[in-house]
């Protein structure tokens, strides 16, 4: 008889074994992400397959959008940039810096009765998000302003004046 060897190859084997191979590479990629700054699928890619080149692209966008639809991550529709992705669960806000990209974390007074939205009756949320666009200290300190080659921002003070 072939008891051990097909047993090795049931369905209940492989399935195992590739529930652990998930696991494992979910941990790679949850632990990259809880690392990272609030990355873009592709940069938080880039991390893991720093790690774990065996780790495809499809795998990693997959499970951030497993996780993220479970709500166990959360996913940022920051305006002006692509989709990101956030380990941190705690409410709080962003704060994106419109002119190097920067995007922190922001907290404040009030912020969770806010983001709760616990007066709005009969109503159940399920994520909210509070995004400000501006711009942050370091740019402010190196002067830095929005005018990069944007003509509609010909008003602002140029580098030249502020330097
Ligand atoms: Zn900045
Ligand atoms: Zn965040």
């Given at each position: 008889?072939?008891?051990a060897r097909s047993f090795r190859k049931s369905a209940f084997v492989m399935r195992n074994m590739?529930?652990?191979r998930n696991t494992a590479q979910k941990r790679i990629i949850m632990g990259a992400l809880e690392c990272?700054?609030?990355p873009t699928a592709t940069e938080l890619y880039e991390d893991v397959h720093a790690v774990n080149p065996h780790i495809s692209k499809a795998t990693v966008f997959r499970v951030l959008s497993q996780y993220a639809e479970n709500g166990e991550i959360r996913r940022l529709h920051l305006p002006g940039t692509d989709e990101r992705y956030d380990a941190t669960m705690t409410p709080h806000a962003h704060m994106r810096c419109a002119i190097c990209g920067r995007i922190?974390?922001?907290s404040f007074p009030g912020l969770e009765n806010i983001l709760g939205a616990?007066?709005?009756e009969g109503f159940e949320i399920y994520s909210?998000?509070?995004d400000f666009v501006g711009r942050c200290r370091q740019c402010a300190e190196a002067g830095?302003?929005?005018n990069g080659g944007d003509?509609?921002?010909e008003n602002t003070v140029s580098d030249g004046a502020s330097a």
């Open positions: 008889m072939h008891m590739k529930k652990q990272a700054d609030h922190e974390d922001v616990s007066e709005l909210a998000e509070l830095r302003t929005l003509k509609e921002t």
